[in-house]
């Protein structure tokens, strides 16, 4: 089922320009192609929500790429792409740039401040698995 995700990507990628959807495919195929995540292409999928945002600007898709940022510039540099985008694109409502961001401090250390964005993930959930998991994250982070 993969390799044939990925000839598809490969296909909607080969031709001239790529609209957004053979974009979100590509990134998708980068996933799926990466034996581990530690191998992952994060630069690729850099360039590849760079091209992405231009055709789509999207705050999900944008905080998306600040997570890919963390990968290739450390955590650090994607934490501060992601407070700029949840600034500008008002994404205090959205309970995953506060899971995102959660994650992102907790890869710096910053345990109890981690923890407080857990907290505020799971009280912008609006469907109960997702906050008992962002909860459960609060109390053991």
């Known amino acids: 089922m993969t390799a044939t995700g990925l000839r598809c990507s490969d296909f909607a990628n080969s031709g001239g320009r790529r609209g957004p959807l053979a974009l979100q495919a590509a990134i998708a195929a980068e996933h799926a192609r990466a034996s581990t995540f530690t191998v992952t292409d994060w630069p690729r999928i850099v360039r590849l929500y760079d091209e992405l945002l231009v ?68 009280s912008t959930s609006r469907a109960d698995a997702e906050r008992r998991y962002f909860q459960s994250r609060a109390s053991r982070d």
Do not use: F
Not at 63 to 71: I, K
């Open 55 to 122: 055709q789509e600007p999207s705050p999900t898709l944008a905080l998306g790429r600040c997570l890919a940022v963390s990968y290739v510039d450390g955590p650090a540099a994607g934490l501060a792409d992601l407070d700029e985008v949840i600034a500008v694109s008002r994404l205090e409502g959205y309970c995953y740039s506060h899971a995102a961001r959660a994650q992102l401090l907790q890869r710096l250390g910053q345990s109890h401040d981690a923890r407080r964005a857990w907290v505020r993930a799971a």
